[in-house]
Nanobody
Framework: QVQLAESGGGLVQPGGSLRLSCSVSGRFLSDYAVAWYRHGPGERRELVADLTSGGITDYLGSVKGRFTISRDNAKNTVYLQMNSLKPEDTAVYYC?????????WGQGTQVTVSS
């Protein structure tokens, strides 16, 4: 059974940084493409960052240059480094992996950007 557990969310001031982590158990992360989604208040869920198993990345336009997705296959962990955070980045952030066993989601971690 594949399980994902996010951590690292919290309250941060505008301009601050956070690093989200997603620990994966039950499968080898190297077999999967990984992504981060977010669901803000009154908004649709949107793809924030994507990283294929081959190393190709894709980012939501509004986070390009500020957010970086990465993976450590040895630790079975996915990361999202978020810099220069803005109030509009406030959302629940979800880790997602996709591969031969389908798509799997974490429970989400709240990120609030506010002064």
């Amino acid at each position: 059974q594949v399980q994902l557990a996010e951590s690292g969310g919290g309250l941060v001031q505008p301009g601050g940084s956070l690093r989200l982590s997603c620990s994966v158990s039950g499968r080898f992360l190297s077999d999967y493409a990984v992504a981060w989604y977010r669901h803000g208040p009154g908004e649709r869920r949107e793809l924030v960052a994507d990283l294929t198993s081959g190393g190709i990345t894709d980012y939501l336009g509004s986070v390009k240059g500020r957010f970086t997705i990465s993976r450590d296959n040895a630790k079975n962990t996915v990361y999202l480094q978020m810099n220069s955070l803005k109030p509009e980045d406030t959302a629940v952030y979800y880790c997602n992996i996709r591969g031969s066993t389908g798509r799997h989601w974490g429970q989400g971690t709240q990120v609030t950007v506010s002064s």
